[in-house]
């Protein structure tokens, strides 16, 4: 082989060692096989009843069936546009008296009810649930989801792994778990040892005993309309004596504790651990970069977050009818007698404390 | 020489480190998104400004998107921030303006210093909400972002808000597939780890949005700087006020598709940069300021990102001067060896960055086109080299500002 031979070699095999690696990428650049922008949610809001909206969305060529199931009180079966099986009851009753009641017995199907709807206890619906009156579950069942337009109830020990949506009051017995999403057009009762890690409603009550009492009023101007607010920024550890009132906002790189009584006419933040004593008032958010443990009876106007751990003790109030608002944090305890008054948010898990 | 080379093997070391510890946060560590649970509140009056410069190819879209927005009506003002354009952006403004009463405040400059930092400064005059929102307006925001960019603001310790940019022409072509990569890298993986370690998110000036107290605090927008937004990001730093970026709060941009657009837009950025490491560096590290130590620390290696592109340039250079003159231990071959191995290692963290990004949005097969990226780099670091060069220059011949606006391609809106 001469010397021209055998440099050219050389530059098409050095040629062919760079290109090697370019190989997919000229495929990928030529066929665009992945060349679409990042599907990024443009129509929604991420709202907590957006699944419970598509369920209904889902439902709608069930709604002939479902008024003449009603009508004629007899039941109805048949296959959905996408394969799912689904039963229709004119009378929820009717239920209770189906085979999949027996322990341990799988309910495979849709099931729909024209009316209320009661279920037997120690089952499984591995298929989602719709009632146009009441659902009532007997315990330790296990539901994928569950819609109603009025009132929902679980009974002990139940379990619903994606979400459960009421039109009406939703009431969760104990020791019951809300895997997803659990919301209420009214209300949220959760008794003494339930888990949860979404929670919405215009009212979430806690425990066996929550509190009546009517939400005290501030009685000043909401945050957004209030003129803006000085800003303390403190380094280290600080304190809020009982009784104090603190005027603006206040931000504590350190560990923050506030006396019972006290009152902060603006926004807290803390780097480090929060503690509330009793009867604290704050009139806007609380913020803690770590755990912060709310005592009794405070009252919090504004958004609640720990990037760590929560813990309310009993008959603190979050937010106000008026002006609901989102408590959130990794984990949360909650005990019986709080209120909170918007969304519950656990990202990690959500507790009601106490025994039942 | 010799020693120059040293401490520029060290920098970039330190860079290469940096990029890995980013990734490998995002990868394995706990992720940071405190605020983007807030979903109800008591949500407070907000300003969008939509900064505006002969933008009627795209005006329109951004205005329908935000009047599409989920956050209460009565609370939410938009202002349009026309600056100087002489195309039918005006037109465009004010025929909606006119067809929707009352969501629409337009503030139209007609003169004035160029610049986005001195049209939204010239606006503030319309502002009087304590949360402010910009926008750039090719920008395509999603229903849900006005309260995602919002909600932040309940933490009176952040001053700035930052959320993530998202590609919409991707498929264009190599260009727009790379600057894909490259923003997905940018933001989920280096933004989201520096909020994750609680060190210094930038803000972008555009899908963003600042306190008003705070801005106030810190002396408004300096409209003598080619990235207003890093110089918020310093001065917000420096007054003890947190920039937070949110991860989930994505909105369409539409990236430059032709290499002379994206040329002239990362020599701005790179201006810009220096501008504010000239500025911020050393106030920053040695300063009585409320930054804490890691703040000033990893605000300091941000500051010097673009300066590493001359940098890492002149350490090529030094490694093949040191090697053929043979004036170091072993004739040079170990300098030039630690420089190979940033080319081969240190370069790759960024790519490492990218890769791990693409991964995490489920975008398994545009990693394929990650070999592609040593091109973009290729001209990047020329062009970052060739701004701070012309930016020296500049100051010794004391020549004037300059804005350059980045062209739009998309088709108008009929």
Same mark, same amino acid.
């Given at each position: ?19 090697? !690696? ?27 009843? =957006? ?9 709608? !060529? $069930? ?22 099986? =689904?039963?229709? @009851? ?17 309910? !495979? ?11 037997? !206890? ?7 649930? =719709? ?18 337009? =009025? ?18 009051? $939703? ?18 009762? @959760? ?166 | ?39 109800? /509140? ?8 939509? /900064? ?95 309260? #995602?960019?919002?909600?932040? +603001? +309940? ?35 280096? #933004?989201?780890? %520096?909020?994750?370690? %609680? ?13 008003? &107290? ?13 990235? *207003? ?5 310093? %001065? ?9 970026? #949110?991860?989930?709060? *994505? ?5 430059? *598709? ?36 890691? *703040? ?44 190979? /191995? ?34 973009? +780099? ?11 060069? &012309? #930016?020296? &220059? ?15 391609? %998309?088709?108008?809106? &009929?």
């Amino acid at each position: 082989m001469n010397s021209f031979l055998t440099v050219a070699a050389l530059f098409v095999l050095t040629g062919a060692l760079f290109a090697l !690696p370019l190989l997919p990428a000229v495929r990928e650049l030529r066929r665009k096989s992945d060349a679409s922008p990042l599907n990024v949610i443009q129509k929604h809001a991420g709202e907590i009843r =957006y699944f419970a909206d598509s369920f209904r969305t889902y439902l709608r !060529p $069930l709604e002939p069936l479902l008024r003449e199931c009603a009508r004629s009180g007899q039941k109805a079966s048949g296959v959905m546009p996408d394969g799912t099986e =689904y039963l229709v @009851l004119g009378s929820g009753n009717e239920a209770l008296a189906l085979p999949f009641g027996d322990k341990d017995r799988l309910c !495979p199907v849709l099931l729909a009810s024209a009316s209320d709807l009661t279920v037997s !206890p120690d089952s499984a619906f591995t298929r989602d649930i =719709y009632a146009q009156g009441r659902f009532v579950g007997g315990p330790n069942n296990q539901y994928r989801a569950v819609l109603a337009d =009025y009132e929902v109830h679980l009974g002990k020990g139940s379990r619903v792994m994606r979400w459960v949506h009421a039109g009406g009051e $939703l009431s969760v017995e104990s020791h019951s778990k809300l895997h997803g999403r659990a919301s209420s057009d009214f209300r949220i009762r @959760l008794r003494p040892g339930c888990s949860f890690l979404r929670l919405n409603a215009p009212r979430i009550e806690f425990g066996t005993s929550p509190s009546e009492a009517p939400t005290p009023n501030f009685n000043v101007a909401p945050i957004s309309s209030s003129p803006t607010l000085t800003r303390l920024l403190h380094e280290g550890d600080f304190e809020i004596p009982s009784g104090e009132t603190f005027q603006g906002d206040l931000v504590v790189r350190g560990r923050l504790r506030i006396g019972s009584g006290a009152q902060v006419r603006g926004s807290v933040k803390s780097g480090k651990a929060m503690i509330l004593d009793s009867g604290v008032r704050i009139e806007g958010s609380l913020i803690s970069a770590a755990k912060l443990l709310i005592g009794p009876d405070c009252l919090i106007q504004g958004p609640v977050i720990s990037e760590h751990e929560l813990l309310i003790q009993t008959g603190t109030h979050c937010g106000t009818p008026h002006a609901p608002t989102t408590v959130s944090a990794p984990r949360i305890k909650i005990a019986g007698g709080v209120v909170a008054f918007g969304s519950v948010w656990a990202r990690d898990h959500g507790e009601v404390l106490g025994s039942a | 020489m010799i020693y120059v080379l040293y401490i520029i093997v060290v920098l970039i070391c330190v860079y290469t480190i940096r990029h890995y510890v980013f990734t490998l946060n995002r990868l394995f560590a706990y992720q940071r998104h405190p605020y983007i649970d807030i979903d109800i /509140a008591d949500w407070p009056p907000v300003t969008v400004l939509v /900064a505006a410069h002969n933008e009627e190819k795209v005006i329109a879209h951004i205005l329908d998107a935000l009047l599409a927005a989920k956050y209460p009506a009565d609370k939410m003002l938009i202002v349009p921030v026309n600056d100087r354009s002489t195309d039918r952006t005006r037109e465009i403004i004010d025929d909606f303006v006119q067809r929707i009463p009352g969501r629409i405040r337009p503030f139209h400059r007609t003169r004035g210093k160029p610049g986005k930092a001195a049209a939204l400064k010239d606006a503030m005059e319309l502002v009087d909400t304590e949360v402010i929102l910009i926008f750039d307006a090719d920008y395509i925001p999603g229903a849900g972002i006005i309260k #995602q960019l919002t909600a932040p +603001f +309940f933490d009176p310790e952040v001053g700035g808000v930052m959320g993530r940019v998202v590609p919409i022409n991707v498929g264009a072509n190599l260009l727009t597939r790379l600057l894909d990569l490259e923003r997905a890298g940018g933001y989920q993986v280096d #933004q989201q780890a %520096r909020m994750n370690l %609680r060190l210094v998110p930038q803000h972008g000036g555009t899908v963003a949005g600042v306190r008003r &107290s705070a801005l106030r605090e810190i002396g408004g927008w300096n409209e003598n700087t080619l990235t *207003e937004d890093t110089d918020l990001t310093y %001065r917000l730093l420096l007054h003890g006020w947190k920039t937070v970026y #949110q991860n989930r709060s *994505e909105c369409y941009e539409e990236v430059p *598709e032709t290499w002379s657009v994206r040329i002239r837009q990362i020599m701005r950025w790179a201006k810009g940069h220096n501008q504010a490491m000239v500025t911020y560096t050393l106030p920053l590290l040695f300063g009585n300021n409320r930054a804490t130590p890691r *703040e000033r620390l990893d605000g300091a290696l941000l500051l010097g990102v673009y300066i590493m592109g001359p940098i890492t340039l002149l350490g090529w250079i030094l490694a093949l001067a040191v090697f053929y003159r043979g004036i170091a231990q072993f004739n040079g071959i170990l300098a030039l060896l630690s420089i190979t /191995a940033y080319a081969a290692i240190g370069n790759l963290a960024a790519f490492f960055e990218i890769a791990a990004a693409a991964r995490l949005d489920g975008n398994a097969k545009r990693i394929r086109l990650l070999p592609f990226l040593v091109f973009g +780099f290729t001209v990047s670091i020329f062009s970052v080299t060739h701004a701070a060069v &012309s #930016q020296v &220059s500049g100051l010794l011949t004391k020549a004037e500002f300059h804005w350059d606006k980045t062209e739009r391609f %998309r088709k108008a809106a &009929s």
